[in-house]
């Protein structure tokens, strides 16, 4: 059983997992939010390397990246932050990245300090399952599982081909966009949800857009095995750059109030692939 | 997808999976219309009786009295819009037409292809959107202005150095988001597959009239094709009728800048690295952790971190060769070249009229070249009376 399914497994509810740029807004405050976020209860955690040109993200997340540059995020110290997140206490780390940056380390390099780091899994923001191949031999061989975004117009025979090569979870993006936040769930992530549930028994989390408690509610409602919240935690940071015992404030009421909200499920036993 | 869209190693299509059923759509249409009777047949119609085709090519005797060698200028600088770029324009354009899309969008960096995607919006009747940096937004306003003129929405990209690599970022944004109505007019030679394919093949017609031209004017095939590379768009178009001549020299310019022994420059193929960015396999000018670098330039429509994957190809089979010019040597070429020629040149395509200059006493004076002209002046008038203000001009 991996990381993922052991934390499933074991939950009543819906997986929360807050979303962090790495280094947002200096490598000490971020390592601290980090753990604010464990403390108040997350479940996993989906960790960002900052890049300079970050396609698939809205604006809240560009600024978060930029500010992670300025302060000196590089992928080898994100390695080293990694490190001490584990060390603090183990949770399952969801690593998520551009592409370039991971060639210009060394895919295998990348994947072997990651892992030994304890990290879980890899998602590349800018692969696409066609490409695949260029870095899932890398992953199985040091153990790291493979996670894939799916999206509400990606069809039903490519769902299939993403849930193939997918170890963790698939990463299911709730609309046709960037990431940011979003006054209202998007009209397609029910049934988006239920013709992935149809086609995977693969864990199904969402993401892109999920900017409130209630959001979270339905998405859970709708089946979801884990809920992604990227954008509304990151503009915690935007909105207070200087005071990170408020953010932290913050960032720990704001996850307690979506524990709160999950409405109850059965743990899953996931069939291990 | 049908192809992989690599050239060697290079290309490919690594982009958010979001994107990918676009891709595929654009790349199954593009393989049924690009030689459908109906279509060719509306593409060239548009070509020579709207946009110019084909464009002249003229000999330069004055310009090749300073260089020492006949210099033949493809004068794509005549065609509407005033820049080769209308080429691919129309021929994206026509294609999200049969496609049925109602909506273009597009990037820009010098605004030469933000205009000639606004001019084919309105040729065509289609709602268009151009993503420009803020910084060419300011450098480049004239074309801002025609631009709006024609009925585009001119969208000001903050972020990053407000040049052509944030208006891409910004213009696949919205793309992800509006996937599903709106057609992305990618205007260079790079980008994900199909989009290196689909620029080379409308962009090619200034090859195949080029390399006619030549030998009904020369009664041979040129020693030297050059022209300027940002993406790489104009050069790919003329390259590619001459791939399969190995006697002829393909040279691509690039933006020296400040000199390649500052980072103020974008010359991506004399000194970047193979990454991956916007879709791409390709070189790219990046820092030790795979950050791209923020580029400077003069020239707006070559201020880019990134080249064709097609050209990485060229250069790394060493069928093309690259090289670079400076900002002070474009400079002194411009005021040169309008002077000599009565044209005033695009900043963009006197990179390779300066590279010719650097060539005087070097190249035999029996070696035939063409240049591509790939766009005028106009658009540059303010920036380069910023830089050389009329009293200091020793000219």
């Known amino acids: ?273 | 997808m049908k192809h992989k869209g690599r050239f060697g190693p290079f290309g490919g299509y690594y982009v958010p999976e979001v994107l990918i059923p676009a891709l595929e759509e654009i790349e199954s249409a593009f393989e049924q219309f690009r030689n459908d009777r109906r279509f060719l047949q509306e593409l060239n119609t548009l070509f020579t009786d709207y946009a110019g085709r084909p464009t002249p090519l003229y000999h330069a005797r004055r310009f090749s009295e300073v260089t020492g060698f006949p210099v033949y200028l493809k004068r794509e600088d005549l065609l509407h819009g005033g820049a080769h770029k209308i080429n691919n324009a129309l021929g994206q354009g026509l294609l999200a037409r049969y496609m049925g899309k109602s909506k273009l969008i597009a990037e820009t960096g010098a605004g030469q292809h933000g205009l000639a995607t606004a001019i084919v919006g309105a040729l065509l009747g289609m709602e268009t959107k151009i993503f420009m940096g803020f910084t060419d937004v300011a450098r480049q306003n004239v074309n801002v202005r025609k631009m709006r003129l024609l009925g585009a929405e001119v969208i000001a990209v903050e972020g990053g150095t407000g040049t052509l690599k944030d208006a891409i970022n910004e213009a696949f944004r919205y793309w992800t988001a509006h996937v599903e109505d709106t057609f992305y007019l990618f205007g260079t030679a790079g980008g994900p597959h199909p989009y290196p394919t689909i620029v080379r093949h409308f962009q090619s017609p200034i090859g195949q009239e080029a390399r006619r031209q030549c030998l009904e004017k020369t009664g041979r095939l040129p020693d030297i094709v050059t022209a300027c590379v940002g993406g790489g768009s104009n050069a790919i178009g003329i390259f590619s009728a001459f791939l399969d001549d190995p006697q002829v020299r393909l040279v691509g310019v690039e933006g020296g800048g400040k000199g390649l022994q500052t980072t103020q420059h974008c010359a991506t193929l004399c000194r970047g690295r193979v990454g991956i960015l916007h879709g791409a396999r390709t070189y790219l000018l990046q820092d030790e952790n795979g950050q791209i670098r923020d580029t400077e330039c003069i020239s707006a429509g070559l201020d880019y971190p990134g080249v064709g994957p097609e050209h990485a190809h060229l250069k790394e089979t060493g069928r093309a060769e690259y090289v670079s010019v400076e900002d002070e040597e474009v400079l002194d070429t411009f005021f040169l070249f309008s002077k000599t020629e009565g044209i005033l040149p695009a900043l963009e395509s006197t990179h390779a009229l300066a590279w010719l200059c650097q060539q005087k006493g070097i190249l035999p004076p029996e070696t035939i070249v063409i240049a591509n002209l790939s766009g005028r002046g106009d658009k540059d008038i303010d920036i380069v009376e910023h830089h050389r203000p009329l009293a200091s001009r020793s000219l």
């Open chain 1, 1 to 273: 059983m991996n990381a993922y399914q052991a934390c499933f497994s074991k939950l009543d509810r819906a997986a929360l997992i807050p979303f962090f740029v790495i280094g947002d807004p200096s490598y000490d405050v971020s390592a601290e939010l980090v753990k604010a976020a464990i403390d108040a209860g997350a479940d996993i955690l989906e960790l960002g390397i900052p890049f300079s040109d970050p396609v698939a993200d809205g604006p809240t997340i560009q600024k978060a990246d930029l500010r992670a540059l300025k302060a000196g995020m590089t992928p080898a110290r994100a390695i080293e932050f990694i490190r001490e997140i584990t060390a603090y206490k183990p949770i399952p780390i969801g690593l998520l990245v551009y592409y370039n940056l991971l060639v210009q380390y060394g895919v295998n390099r990348f994947f072997e300090d990651f892992k030994q780091a304890g990290g879980t899994s890899v998602l590349v923001a800018d692969l696409s399952i066609d490409d695949a191949d260029e870095i899932i031999p890398s992953a199985r061989r040091v153990g790291l599982e493979t996670v894939f975004m799916a999206t509400p117009n990606t069809p039903d025979g490519r769902l299939r081909f993403i849930s193939e090569k997918t170890t963790g979870f698939i990463y299911a993006v709730s609309l046709l966009g960037t990431t940011g936040e979003r006054a209202a769930l998007s009209q397609t992530v029910r049934p988006f949800l239920s013709r992935l549930k149809r086609l995977t028994d693969k864990p199904i989390c969402v993401g892109f857009g999920i900017s409130s408690p209630e959001h979270a509610f339905e998405v859970a409602q709708a089946g979801a095995d884990g809920v992604i919240i990227g954008s509304r935690i990151v503009k915690f940071i935007e909105e207070n750059p200087e005071n990170p015992a408020r953010i932290k404030e913050n960032i720990t009421r704001f996850i307690r109030d979506v524990l709160d909200k999950l409405p109850p499920q059965s743990p899953k036993s996931r069939p291990s692939s």
